[in-house]
């Protein structure tokens, strides 16, 4: 079976520009979580989505936002970018929402700003 | 939620077993233990997880102490693929049932 998948694997932008990130989820999976990874840091919770409805929100500006598709996939979307965007943005999907079971991660887009 | 500290780094020989630590003092009772490793450039991948017993997988052993203030994450026989960053994550809920806080990680390097 596929794991997560994530596209495009790296983007290049410059400031003020919009970006958008795309997930698709382990098939049957449910739940989707963004997270965002600058260098040398651990991964920082963005959102997650279950059953197309937000139910979480990490410390994140309003520029950052997200939706669920009937397919379970999701878009990450980032308004007016910045320098700081600058991060790997990992995409993980879990079977269900809420659950303790585990997230299963995707190799990540490599986003650079300029 | 409760947070973690780990070391910063630890070297292992390839072969033998690696013990990775992790201190979880404020951990409450109904918080699991979860690791995660990030092998340089791909996602994070899940080994294993815990409550209060001992927990066993093809990957990895997970010791957590009687008073469940610290775990013990154990690779049996390290290879070099094992070399990557390792978390230690608190997981609580049910407010954030989907929300991983991974902190700095240890970074394991695997030598031959």
Redesign the interface.
């Known amino acids: 079976d596929a794991g ?1 998948t994530q596209s495009p694997t790296h983007l290049i932008k410059t400031r003020g520009q919009h970006v958008t990130l795309r997930c698709s989820p382990i098939s049957g999976h449910k ?1 989707v ?1 963004w ?1 965002q990874q600058v260098l040398g ?5 963005i959102f ?1 989505y ?1 059953e197309k409805e937000e ?2 929100r ?1 410390n994140f500006p309003d520029r950052f936002s997200a939706r669920q598709f009937p397919n379970y996939s999701s878009e990450l979307n980032v308004n007016a970018l910045l320098l700081g965007d600058s991060a790997l943005y ?1 995409c ?1 999907s ?1 079977l269900e ?4 079971n ?7 887009t490599r986003l650079t700003v300029l | 939620d409760a947070k973690t500290t780990q070391p910063p780094s630890m070297d292992c020989a390839e072969g033998r077993a690696a013990n990775l630590p992790c201190n979880h003092s404020t951990i409450s009772g109904n918080e699991y233990v979860y690791w995660y490793r990030q092998i340089h450039s791909q996602g994070p991948q899940y080994i294993i997880h815990g409550l209060k017993n001992n927990e066993t997988n093809e990957m990895a052993s997970l010791i957590i102490t009687e008073d469940r203030k610290s775990s013990t994450l154990i690779l049996p026989h390290a290879t070099l693929r094992d070399t990557a960053v390792y978390y230690c994550i608190v997981r609580s809920g049910p407010d954030s049932w989907g929300k991983l806080q991974f902190g700095a990680g240890t970074q394991v390097v695997v030598t031959p």
């Open positions: 997560v739940s979580s997270y840091q651990g991964p920082q919770f997650q279950y139910r979480g990490g990992l993980a879990s929402w809420p659950s303790y585990e997230q299963f991660f995707g190799p990540g």
